[in-house]
């Protein structure tokens, strides 16, 4: 099976080897095992399962949840003659069956899909008919709910399992602590899995903190000297457009780009960056997943990330060439105060929690008993301003609500409305008891789409106003009635934010907010803060190993490129003497513990440089001191 693996590399590829534990990750596939990859952003991911489907009879599964990623694989595999599909939420109806028609009858052998498409029935009971060789789940992490960007509908997937048994799963991430790594286990049901890890550090990439009250200042500085292509990461939306707009002022090549903006002009900018003709990007971290750019120099926070799980994918995201790159954090004294505030921001007191879910019921007028299954448009700006809330913390609140199995709220953008009838075809007939209008908007959907009692169909609530007659408020208000009474299920176009009903109106005080749901996702976040502000603040400690660390991964060796290491070299020690005293110090400490003064004296070299190099080791954590003695 090693020559047919090469073989294929090489063939479809272009590749003479394997990268590291990429052929292990690829064996143990084929052995039929349950495989989790744990690999840094660049390293070579997509090789993995990708490969050695190549060499199976099957089809694979790949489920992510970047729809960009999906377009960009599915374009590379077609490019090398290899056939592959994806299915995702902007996909119609028709469109979704010749997929999976492809997928049964065409010798496909991939297909990519979004978690999302792994809650609809039909979809599950199609994928029996399609023979399966292997699941992959791509970005792991966020099925862990002590993850950095945990999703609920990533929970979907262990559906796959109970549908495909047999089959056995990947799960690939960059991002994964130890707990993080248990979680994706348990969570995916993987059995036995084989654990191939490998390591976290980036030789070609120099970590770098930059304390300045200056940032814009300081950014300016390090484009002027930097020269190539670079992501400048912000934490609000206004401020993409602001810096951006600075930077040109400063002539450098620059745009913006947030969740905001619509698909077309998000793949304008994200093609004019890509292709040179823009130099730099300023993006919320909107702009990160699915971006592939191999030549990116420097990648700069002008706000700190909230965990360094973040910060390491994005951050990860420069020098995937393998050349020289950047990863620059401005840091300044007031943000380690705003840093600690998104804690009480993300979350706020259950009191409070209580209270927005008692307003949204004000809001939507819902009585008591009613709710269930209803789906409403809901416009978070508003809803603050008739009830005094900050924005922040009320959308914080509906998340709370949402993990605690209340409501769904969800603010994602750019995806049609659709619809479902929840009646069978004939139970639908027997109804008789609609006004004309709500008549002339069901018998416009039967005519216009297909599918619509066993599938979401997409639909246009102008296009169905144009036909109707109607306005498209009336449309859309008759849609929100007939799911009311649980004819159809209605979920307006995300560019609205919506909220669906999971549960009926509870009183307020009867809510449950579960310590897995708050308590315990609350001290998750504050250490994944408190470990970040740390890393900003860290004068001693080598910036790479502290995140290799977090990781679960033990490095004895500082990267000598970090801002940190490099000032300590500066010390006027030559490198060479440098190494040879800590050489000598650590073969003696191996022997027997020394104090400080018996250590200094044992050493035949200058005392002073000697005692430098000592405080340097404690300071990383080389070796100890307990008790007035030092030890490895």
């Not at 992510?64 to 374009?75: A, H, Y």
């Not at 954090?329 to 409070?352: E, G, H």
């Not at 109804?431 to 008549?439: A, G, H, I, K, V």
Request: charged share 25%.
């Amino acid at each position: 099976m090693t020559n047919s693996i090469n073989e294929i590399l090489a063939k479809y590829w272009g590749y003479d080897s394997f990268r590291y534990l990429q052929e292990d990750i690829i064996q143990s596939i084929l052995e039929g095992n349950d495989t989790l990859g744990l690999m840094p952003t660049g390293g070579g991911k997509s090789i993995t399962f990708q490969v050695p489907t190549m060499a199976m009879e099957r089809l694979t599964i790949v489920v992510t949840p970047i729809i960009s990623l999906m377009k960009d694989q599915v374009d590379n595999l077609l490019k090398r003659k290899i056939k592959a599909a994806y299915l995702h939420s902007g996909l119609s109806f028709t469109e979704k069956r010749k997929v999976i028609e492809k997928c049964v009858f065409g010798n496909y052998k991939f297909l990519y899909v979004s978690p999302e498409r792994l809650q609809a029935e039909s979809f599950l009971d199609q994928l029996r008919e399609i023979k399966i060789a292997l699941i992959v789940v791509d970005e792991a992490h966020c099925i862990s709910q002590w993850g950095y960007d945990f999703r609920p509908s990533f929970l979907k997937i262990a559906n796959l399992r109970k549908t495909i048994p047999n089959v056995p799963i990947l799960a690939l991430t960059a991002t994964a602590t130890p707990q993080v790594t248990r979680d994706i286990i348990e969570k995916l049901q993987l059995r036995n899995p084989k654990v191939f890890s490998m390591s976290f550090a980036r030789n070609n990439l120099s970590y770098v903190v930059r304390r300045t009250e200056d940032k814009i200042g300081q950014l300016t500085h390090i484009l002027n000297n930097v020269s190539g292509s670079g992501i400048v990461y912000v934490r609000s939306r206004a401020k993409t457009k602001q810096i951006a707009e600075e930077l040109l002022r400063n002539n450098i090549s620059a745009d913006f780009y947030h969740a905001g903006l619509n698909i077309e002009d998000k793949e304008e900018k994200q093609n004019k960056w890509k292709q040179g003709e823009c130099r730099i990007m300023v993006a919320t971290n909107a702009f990160g997943m699915g971006i592939d750019k191999p030549n990116v120099r420097m990648v700069i926070h002008m706000d700190l990330p909230d965990s360094p799980e973040a910060y390491f994918q994005e951050a990860g995201r420069a020098g995937r060439d393998g050349q020289k790159a950047y990863a620059v954090l401005l840091y300044a004294k007031s943000d380690k105060v705003s840093l600690k505030k998104r804690i009480s921001d993300t979350f706020p007191d259950k009191d409070y929690i209580r209270k927005v879910y008692e307003d949204l019921q004000f809001y939507f007028q819902m009585a008591m008993g009613d709710g269930l299954g209803c789906t409403l448009a809901f416009n978070l700006d508003e809803f603050c301003l008739n009830f005094k809330h900050f924005p922040v913390q009320a959308d914080s609140a509906l998340k709370i609500l949402t993990r605690a199995g209340y409501l769904e709220y969800t603010d994602e953008q750019d995806n049609a409305s659709r619809l479902i009838f929840t009646l069978r075809r004939d139970e639908l007939y027997k109804l008789q008891e609609y006004d004309s209008d709500t008549e002339k908007v069901l018998n416009t959907i039967l005519r216009s789409y297909t599918g619509l009692f066993t599938d979401y169909a997409y639909i246009n609530e102008e296009s169905l106003g144009i036909r109707t007659g109607l306005t498209r408020q009336q449309v859309y208000d008759i849609l929100v009635m007939l799911t009311k009474r649980h004819i159809l299920h209605y979920i307006p176009r995300k560019k609205t934010p919506y909220i669906i009903y999971t549960q009926e109106r509870q009183e307020k005080d009867r809510l449950y907010i579960g310590k897995e749901v708050y308590e315990d996702r609350k001290s998750s976040y504050s250490i994944r803060i408190q470990a970040m502000i740390e890393y900003a603040t860290a004068e001693e400690k080598c910036r790479s190993r502290m995140l290799l660390r977090y990781f679960g991964e033990k490095n004895e060796h500082n990267c000598g490129q970090c801002d940190v290491c490099l000032e300590k070299h500066s010390t006027g020690i030559r490198q060479g003497e440098f190494q040879e005293i800590k050489e000598t110090i650590l073969n003696l400490l191996k022997v027997r513990s020394y104090s400080s003064a018996e250590l200094v004296n044992a050493i035949p070299m200058e005392k002073e440089k000697t005692r430098e190099i000592v405080s340097f080791l404690l300071a990383e954590e080389i070796i100890q001191l307990n008790d007035g003695m030092l030890s490895i």
